[in-house]
C-alpha cells in the first residue's frame, strides 16, 4: 500500500502546490523520489510526532493541504492531544497517514502493534477515519481525502497487500462501503488489511455450501449505515473482520448500528483480544495465534449456523 500512496501522492502533488507531505523520520527509501521532485514541500521534521501535527495545523491554517506520515502507533498515540487539539477542534483539512496498521510490525513488538488506533481515532469529533483493504482502495483514499474539510486518519499496511479490486474500483466515496459480492446466508464486512482474508473466508464457505455475501467497510468512520442494515436485513447474519482490538472498532461500530436498525441481526466479530500481545513474530503468525486465519474464521462462521 505504501506504493500506491507515494504514486497518488506524487500525481496529486504534481497538479497542487498546495499540498504539503510531513514525516517524522521515517519513510526512508520510500520517499527517496518524492523527495527529490518535491523538495520545497516534503519536510522531515524528526521524531517529533507532536510538533509535526502542530506544523501541520499551522501549514493549513495558511491554506495548505497537509498529508503527515508515521508508524501508525506513533502517529496517532504518540501526539493524541495534539490532534484533539490542533486538528480536530478547529476541523483542518490535516491527513495523517498511519502505515503498518494492526499487526503488520509483528516482529517488533508491542510498542509497534496498532491495535488500539481505530478505536481513538473514531472517538475524535470530526475526524474521518478510512482504512483500504488493497492498494487499489488506498489509492481512491488518498485522491478522496483531499476533498475533505476536515482531518482524516488513514490507516495503511505496508508493502505487498495483495490487490482483491483487480479489475479495478468504480466510484469509490469515503463513507460508503463497497458490496463486492452479495450472499443471503452471512453478510461478511471487513476493513484494512483483512480484505484479502475476508475473501478467502467467503470462498471457503462457498466451498461448504454457504453463500457469504462480502463488503469491504473502508471507512469506519462515517460507517455506512444503510449498507450495514440492508445486509443484515437480506443475510440476517453478519460476520465482521479487522486486525483491531475488539473494542472500539469495526466490530463495535456495526454492532451499533445493528443495535439500532436491525437488532434482531446475529452477529460474529472477528478481531483482536482486549490485550497486549507480548510475543513477537510475524505477522500471519499473530493472526494464527488469535484466530484470525481464513480457515479459523469460516470454521467459526460455519459452526455457528
Known amino acids: 500500500m505504501r506504493k500506491a500512496l507515494v504514486e497518488t501522492l506524487s500525481e496529486l502533488f504534481g497538479a497542487d502546490r498546495s499540498l504539503y507531505l510531513l514525516t517524522a523520520d521515517t519513510g526512508f527509501h520510500v520517499f527517496d523520489e518524492f523527495q527529490k521532485q518535491f523538495a520545497d514541500r516534503y519536510l522531515n521534521v524528526g521524531i517529533a510526532e507532536s510538533g509535526m ?20 502507533p506513533f502517529v496517532t498515540m504518540r501526539c493524541f492531544e ?14 495523517i497517514v498511519g502505515v503498518g496498521g494492526g499487526l503488520t ?8 502493534h496498532s491495535i488500539e488506533d481505530i478505536a ?13 483493504g488493497d492498494p487499489v482502495e488506498a489509492r481512491e483514499a488518498v485522491r478522496a481525502s483531499t476533498k475533505l474539510a476536515g482531518p482524516c ?42 480484505l484479502e482474508t475476508a475473501v478467502e473466508v467467503c470462498d471457503l464457505l462457498a466451498q ?19 449498507l450495514i442494515a440492508s445486509a443484515a436485513s437480506r443475510c440476517g447474519r453478519i460476520a465482521t473482520i479487522e486486525e483491531h482490538s475488539i473494542v472500539g472498532g469495526l466490530g ?31 505477522q500471519a503468525y499473530l493472526r494464527e495465534l488469535h484466530g484470525l486465519t481464513a480457515p479459523q474464521i469460516a470454521e467459526a462462521i460455519l459452526r455457528a449456523q
Open 208 to 226: 461448504e455450501g454457504t453463500r457469504a455475501g462480502l463488503i469491504s467497510m473502508h471507512t469506519v468512520k462515517p460507517i455506512d449505515r444503510k
Open 53 to 72: 501535527i502542530t506544523l501541520a495545523a499551522g501549514l493549513a491554517v495558511e491554506g495548505k493541504q497537509v498529508f503527515v506520515y508515521g508508524i501508525a
Open 82 to 95: 495534539q490532534i484533539r487539539n490542533d486538528l480536530c477542534y478547529p476541523s483542518l483539512p490535516v491527513k
Open 252 to 282: 463495535a461500530a456495526v454492532a451499533g448500528v445493528l443495535a439500532e436498525e436491525e437488532p434482531a441481526a446475529r452477529l460474529m466479530r472477528f478481531a483482536l483480544p482486549d490485550a497486549y500481545e507480548h510475543r513477537a513474530g510475524s
Open 105 to 112: 510490525y509483528g516482529p517488533a513488538g508491542m510498542s509497534h
Open 120 to 132: 481513538i481515532m473514531t472517538a475524535l469529533p470530526g475526524m474521518t477515519v478510512v482504512c483500504p
Open 153 to 194: 486518519y488513514l490507516r495503511i499496511g505496508k508493502t505487498g497487500e495483495k490487490v482483491v479490486h483487480a479489475g479495478g474500483l468504480k466510484g469509490f466515496e469515503i463513507g460508503r462501503g463497497v458490496t463486492m459480492r452479495k450472499g443471503k446466508d452471512v453478510a461478511v464486512i471487513a476493513t484494512g488489511n483483512m
